[in-house]
């Protein structure tokens, strides 16, 4: 093995986060990873398990930051750290400021039973842990107990990506960061019968 598992996976998550799945040819591959088709199909299979691979990665990363802010005190000023660090970058990591699974989703139809199923698992995955952070923040009286709960983290989940979209375009990082401050204004407003 030329690298640790954990080092193919980076450089193909970034591949995939860049040019999308159909996008990134097996060439794109064999030259991020540094290995030769053989070698890539003996550890992977295909590249659809490569992206199985990526996106379940993606998934258990984003699982792991959006849990301490479930596990904050306070946790709606975690959130608003975590959308800060995810949304505002360097110019060189523009790309990741576009979430991968909503890039996937507009290739689902490109993609195998398995990279499918691995994109819709995380995206119900990320909405467990937005409606955590719902639940925590109605705890602690950070929103009120009138808030519903479902409804709000399927609220809280569209802001985040439509953050993503909106940072992705976006060069004033003032901007973004208003956008951030105004979605975590209107959760704690109340909701529509």
Known sequence: MKYAESEVIEKATTLFWQKG???AGMRDIQQALDMRPGSIYARFKSKEGLFQLVVEKYVTNSQ??????????????????????????????????Q???????????????????????GMSTLKACFKSIVEK???????PTST????????LQNQFVGLRTFALMQSDDHAIE???DKVLIDLKTSWPE
């Open 178 to 180: 208003t956008m951030i």
């Open 64 to 97: 792991e930051k959006l849990s301490i802010v479930i596990n904050a005190d306070c946790p709606l000023d975690a959130l608003r750290a975590f959308f800060v660090s995810e949304l505002i970058n360097p110019e060189e990591m523009r790309f990741q400021r």
């Open 148 to 155: 519903p709960v479902d409804k709000a983290a399927d609220w």
């Open 137 to 143: 923040a109605v705890q602690t009286n950070s929103l």
């Open 99 to 121: 979430c991968l699974l909503i890039k996937s989703i507009t290739e689902l139809e490109m993609l195998g039973e398995n990279g499918k199923q691995s994109v819709l698992d």
């Open 21 to 23: 799945f159909q996008a």
